[in-house]
């Protein structure tokens, strides 16, 4: 256990529609960092968030936006869903801004777009 | 710009057999590079690092070798067990992001 948790485990939605998918990092890590995990595309990052401000961003599609709130959970918005969108995203956090220090990854939300 | 191109899987093996993952990346500056294992229904566990040239990166057995010369970073183990079987992600962080190979899966049987 990693000590990440992502909710909810698995999500079917119909395109066209929007999705929320939760992250809460590990006790005192202060960045987070979504990726998306499809068979066509490999692991992609897609975004980077430090206390509360976002840092990097990856091949984010503009359709996608994410979060950091106060209490340091994430949570990341696909919309106008696509078939394409059908995906493992996964969460991880680290303790530090700099990302050479170790990320602990969540067990992924598993979106369905039907 | 900034790539990982790593061997294509499935590698299949013998229990004790040595282990080469081939990964070469392509990246301006001076990028830090990982190798990331992804067991059966997990997320991925960072497996090693190595952040400037020359550095060699070793966890539980693996080791890799960051080669500048030749843009490298090839995962080997010397004698690999059936609890090895997964997936290998060889990544890079360049500027504050992160790209990832896609992935090798390594079968090693008994």
């Known amino acids: 256990d990693s000590g990440v948790t992502q909710t909810p485990k698995h999500l079917i939605t119909a395109t066209g529609q929007r999705v929320t998918l939760r992250c809460s990092p590990r006790?005192?890590?202060?960045?987070v960092y979504w990726y998306q995990q499809s068979l066509d595309q490999g692991l992609q990052f897609l975004i980077h968030?430090?206390?509360?401000?976002?840092?990097a961003k990856g091949n984010i599609l503009e359709r996608f936006s994410a979060q950091q709130f106060p209490d340091l959970h994430s949570e990341l918005n696909l919309s106008s869903l696509e078939l394409g969108d059908s995906a493992l995203y996964f969460c991880a956090s680290s303790e530090t801004l700099a990302g050479d220090h170790e990320q602990y990854f969540g067990p992924g939300t598993r979106l369905t777009v039907t | 710009g900034n790539s990982v191109t790593q061997m294509e899987g499935p590698v299949t093996l013998s229990e004790e057999a040595f282990l080469t993952i081939n990964c070469t990346y392509t990246a301006t500056g001076y990028p830090s590079l990982f190798w990331y294992v992804q067991y059966p229904g997990e997320g991925l566990q960072l497996l090693l690092k190595?952040?400037?040239?020359?550095d060699k990166g070793s966890n539980k057995g693996f080791e890799a070798t960051y080669r500048k010369e030749t843009t490298s970073f090839h995962l080997e183990k010397g004698s690999v067990q059936v609890s090895d079987s997964a997936v290998y992600f060889c990544a890079l962080l360049n500027f504050n992001k992160f790209y990832f190979g896609s992935g090798t899966k390594l079968n090693v049987k008994p």
């Open positions: 968030y430090y206390n509360g401000e976002e840092r």
């Open positions: 190595a952040t400037k040239a020359d």
């Open positions: 006790s005192g890590d202060l960045s």
